[in-house]
Nanobody, 120 residues
Framework: QVQLVESGGGLVQPGGSLRLSCVAS????????MGWYRQAPGNERERVAT?????NYADSVKGRFTISRDIATNTVYLQMNSLKPEDTAVYYC????????????????WGQGTQVTVSS
């Protein structure tokens, strides 16, 4: 009942920048948390940044990545600067909240993933 559409991934040289976007749509009553996770080949999925209240970042991206959200459009962004080869991964958007209904039901939705490759 909640769909996420991601965009903005691609190939970039070390030191470059990319901006990821994720739009949530569907029977959304309230969004409590929006965030970005990533998974590199052979690794587990890890949290990159979340914004349920104050932004929270993984140590590996602090000072380089910025998460922001547009409440009016249910969109979350991830601005990635000073990219490094170790940032290469599939990036996933995650949105949590409650859906419209007589009974408040929680949802926890994931995007399809967008590839970010940092290479010269």
């Amino acid at each position: 009942q909640v769909q996420l559409v991601e965009s903005g991934g691609g190939l970039v040289q070390p030191g470059g920048s990319l901006r990821l976007s994720c739009v949530a749509s569907g029977s959304i009553f309230r969004i409590s948390d929006m965030g970005w996770y990533r998974q590199a080949p052979g690794n587990e999925r890890e949290r990159v940044a979340t914004t349920g209240g104050n932004p929270n970042y993984a140590d590996s991206v602090k000072g380089r990545f910025t998460i922001s959200r547009d409440i009016a459009t249910n969109t979350v962004y991830l601005q990635m600067n000073s990219l490094k080869p170790e940032d290469t991964a599939v990036y996933y958007c995650n949105v949590r909240g409650t859906i419209v209904g007589v009974v408040r039901t929680s949802f926890d939705s994931w995007g399809q993933g967008t590839q970010v490759t940092v290479s010269s």
